[in-house]
């Protein structure tokens, strides 16, 4: 019976180092700090304690009679184990619907029946369920050795990163090259930035052919016709990062966006090509947000001049990404988040650059919310002043101008820090008003038509320019690493928002 007791205690422990040793498996292991581990270990040894205290609690008050603690505690601490995989588990649930209340509900209560099934079971067959947790974690420790021992031998030989591609479009990783004294990527992601073109007619601009020669007397190439593979940010992102597609019109639905931006950056516990073609290269990458999405770090992303307790903080709060805990951690406190860290960096890049790193800044304009006046300043007022759609087109308008003169200024600076830093300036999309506006200038469809220029090394100039999205990081990887990646043929693809019926499919535009 003591050593039942021993046992139990000890497999409740493991419970909690379980979930670190499966996140130091060899992809995370060369990338992860020792103070990193550090803070992950340090916040599964406070739920720990406040799991055994709370279980303490209800036991000597309402369940001394009815089952042993030891028992009691080893449930406690395998639902907490399982609750690692809740958003695993409700993903896999058959809803349409992204962080629906319905979903969510419904998750947590099949949560609580497998508690109840735990306590049933445990009762009746304490023994078996005793040395299947110890073989488990037995299985568990032998694992993260194994891959202690081959992570060397993992690093020089294996070359497609741990799991095998399955989206034939991702660009292949074992031909990549790694040059450590390459230039840097810089990708200015204006959202919603629509072309000169369609700007012109809806006279948001007073001349397309001015503001081209404007761009070309600083060396920046404009790119007529560009296109956009998909209408949506979360999709336009993913495959510009990743340089593929990541659904098309045979992909299996979708019910959530955690496989596409910004969730593959902020999963790291999940191996993606992005992430592969940042190993393979060695590249450091950046990441500028804005209000809707600010930088977290991880083992992939670095943060600029972030605040030191929000490092330590959005540091464990992605070790919970899939947890049902990471609803108490996205309860961030506002003051932490830097909503304008995207323009103010634009504005001001001041850091130490260095050599082959990518940097990702995602500005949340032009399109709403609006919060850049005519003389450029951020006005947070102008929102709440809009009446109608010629405002909107104002206020859009003045974002519309200022962040392409930011722009260029900013590529101005880059380029003199060093003559090999390639620097895009796009959309993720383009942008549309109402119907009627749009349809009497002639501009349907005009999410599919984006803003694109660009500033290269003179020794790409002969390369050819990428006409969409997702062949722009391969143009990217081409010329920063003299590498010979094929683009893929420019495909479009209609998506849909959450409350649209088909939501989760896209369907290839004509």
């Not at 601490?77 to 349409?96: G, P, R």
């Not at 397309?208 to 016709?225: A, Q």
């Not at 949340?364 to 002043?385: F, G, I, Q």
């Not at 002639?442 to 220029?453: D, I, P, Q, V």
Request: net charge positive; with cysteine.
């Amino acid at each position: 019976m003591i050593f039942n007791n021993k046992l139990s205690y000890f497999l409740s422990i493991s419970l909690f180092i379980i979930p670190i040793l499966n996140f130091l498996n060899r992809i995370n292991l060369p990338q992860i700090t020792t103070q990193e581990i550090y803070l992950i270990s340090t916040s599964q040894f406070f739920f720990f304690v406040a799991l055994f205290l709370l279980s303490q609690l209800i036991h000597y008050f309402f369940l001394k009679k009815k089952i042993l603690f030891e028992l009691f505690f080893l449930i406690n601490s395998l639902i907490f184990f399982l609750l690692f995989f809740f958003q695993n588990i409700k993903s896999l649930l058959f809803f349409e619907k992204q962080n629906s209340f319905f979903d969510e509900i419904t998750t947590l209560f099949i949560f609580i029946l497998i508690y109840f099934l735990l306590i049933f079971l445990f009762k009746r067959s304490f023994q078996f369920f005793l040395r299947f947790l110890f073989i488990f974690f037995l299985f568990q420790v032998s694992y993260f050795i194994f891959n202690l021992i081959t992570i060397k031998f993992y690093k020089e030989n294996d070359t497609r990163a741990y799991t095998k591609t399955i989206n034939p479009h991702d660009i292949n990783i074992s031909s990549l090259k790694k040059n450590k004294q390459s230039g840097n990527i810089f990708f200015i992601i204006l959202d919603g930035m629509m072309t000169l073109e369609s700007a012109e007619k809806l006279k948001i601009i007073k001349s397309e052919k001015e503001i081209i020669n404007f761009l070309n007397k600083d060396g920046i190439k404009y790119k007529k016709n560009f296109l956009v593979n998909y209408d949506q940010t979360y999709l336009s992102l993913a495959s510009l990062l990743q340089g593929s597609y990541p659904v098309n019109e045979k992909s299996n639905r979708y019910r959530t966006r955690k496989d596409f931006y910004p969730f593959l950056l902020l999963n790291q516990k999940k191996n993606n090509n992005f992430f592969e073609i940042l190993r393979k290269t060695e590249k450091d990458f950046f990441w500028l947000g804005n209000s809707s999405m600010s930088c977290q770090n991880n083992i992939y992303i670095n943060c600029i001049k972030q605040d030191k307790k929000l490092k330590f903080f959005s540091t464990i709060s992605l070790f919970y990404f899939d947890s049902i805990l990471i609803y108490g951690f996205n309860f961030i406190p506002k003051e932490f988040v830097n909503k304008y860290e995207s323009i103010n960096f634009l504005n001001k890049p001041d850091h130490n650059f260095r050599k082959n790193e990518i940097y990702l800044l995602h500005i949340l304009n032009p399109h709403p919310p609006y919060y850049l006046d005519k003389d450029c300043k951020v006005n947070d007022s102008l929102m709440s002043k809009i009446k109608n759609t010629s405002m909107e087109v104002k206020y859009y308008g003045y974002a519309y101008n200022c962040l392409i003169d930011m722009s260029r200024k900013f590529t101005n600076k880059i380029s003199n820090l060093n003559d090999d830093n390639l620097i895009f300036i796009m959309g993720d999309h383009g942008w549309s008003f109402d119907h009627k506006t749009m349809k009497k200038n002639n501009l349907e469809g005009n999410r599919f038509k984006t803003f694109f220029s660009y500033k290269i090394p003179a020794k790409c100039k002969n390369f050819i320019e990428p006409n969409s999205v997702a062949n722009v990081i391969r143009f990217a990887l081409n010329c920063n690493g003299n590498n010979k990646i094929e683009y893929l043929e420019d495909l479009q693809f209609i998506s849909f928002s959450e409350e649209n019926s088909n939501y989760g499919q896209v369907f290839l535009k004509n």
